[in-house]
């Protein structure tokens, strides 16, 4: 009797080893579920007959002028000019997710290039854009956005701007070191040997092998970003109100010390910036386990290592 081995596609088994990662499982659950929050937010909105903006007065407020807290009607409670909480974190999402993966995929774009072309040359080009990367990870970061904003005020195509700026280098960096590996193997050298051009070597021949750190590395830089975005909110330098921002809300709170009296202004935002950068940096962990067998050795339990062992 003859068995037929079934071949799997390296998709296929980067795909099953993704998902037999428990917590990049439930990691991917939650960004999903919060993508669907920022994408649904005004049909939230809708639901609830709320907008991110609307002040209730009324009910929104107690007596004496204090959000309300969490209830029936405003399930996050309420802020401090009477705002829904929820639905200024749903909008909030959206700002902050979009922040998060337009930044990191205009700066893995940035460094990719710049990474490549240093990597692959060498040489003199290779030290003029290592001094550049150097020269960019040098500048003091809230110095230069309190000088831009000065000049041009604060807005949300300014804090894109400067968070791209300053997050491209650690992909830079990262791809130049790949790159210097890879130019000497053997199918380059096959390459250039047959007359392949620089920009088809770099293209067609290093860029394909870089898929794995470029995707590990571009979804670990989300969560910088969307810090990154929330920090600038919170010192004013961001997003302008009233649109709504975690870091933003938490500035809000921290005024006038209100959060002394509603926990709620800290606690929601707080926990929305915790979760989402912890998850999107689980999912890198996993993805790079998934796309790297190797780096999962170390982590299999002793026990297992040794039954495997005694096993072969």
């Not at 037999?20 to 994408?39: E, H």
């Not at 007596?63 to 639905?87: A, Y």
């Not at 898929?211 to 920090?231: K, L, R």
């Not at 979760?275 to 999962?296: E, H, K, Y």
């Amino acid at each position: 009797m003859s068995t037929e081995v079934k071949q799997r596609s390296s998709l296929e088994l980067t795909l099953r080893r993704l998902f037999a990662d428990r917590a990049g499982l439930v990691s991917m659950v939650f960004i999903i579920l919060l993508i669907a929050v920022a994408v649904g937010a005004d049909g939230i909105a809708a639901l609830t007959g709320h907008s991110a903006v609307a002040q209730f007065l009324t009910t929104g407020l107690t007596p004496t002028g204090l959000p309300v807290p969490p209830n029936g009607e405003f399930l996050f409670g309420t802020d401090q000019l009477g705002r829904d909480v929820l639905i200024r974190l749903a909008h909030g999402a959206r700002i902050s997710l979009a922040i998060g993966v337009v930044a990191s995929l205009l700066a893995a774009a940035i460094g990719i290039t710049i990474g490549l072309v240093a990597g692959y040359f060498g040489g003199w080009i290779d030290v003029v854009l290592g001094r550049l990367m150097d020269l960019v990870m040098s500048i003091p970061v809230l110095l230069c956005m309190l000088s831009l904003v000065a000049v041009f005020g604060p807005s949300l195509a300014l804090s894109l701007t400067v968070i791209v700026f300053f997050s491209w280098t650690t992909m830079g960096r990262v791809i130049r070191g790949q790159v210097l590996s890879l130019k000497e193997r053997e199918f380059v050298l096959a390459s250039r040997s047959m007359g392949a051009g620089h920009f088809s070597i770099m293209v067609n021949d290093i860029l394909p092998n870089l898929g794995a750190p470029i995707i590990i590395y571009t979804t670990m830089m989300v969560p910088t970003s969307i810090i990154f975005e929330a920090t600038l909110s919170f010192l004013g330098l961001g997003i302008v109100p009233p649109a709504p921002s975690w870091g933003g809300m938490l500035a809000e709170a921290a005024n006038n010390s209100i959060y002394m009296f509603a926990w709620w202004l800290v606690l929601f935002p707080g926990l929305a910036l915790l979760f989402t950068t912890l998850s999107f940096n689980i999912l890198g962990d996993a993805l790079r386990d998934a796309l790297d067998p190797a780096s999962m050795r170390h982590k299999r339990p002793r026990k297992k290592r040794q039954a495997a062992g005694a096993a072969s």
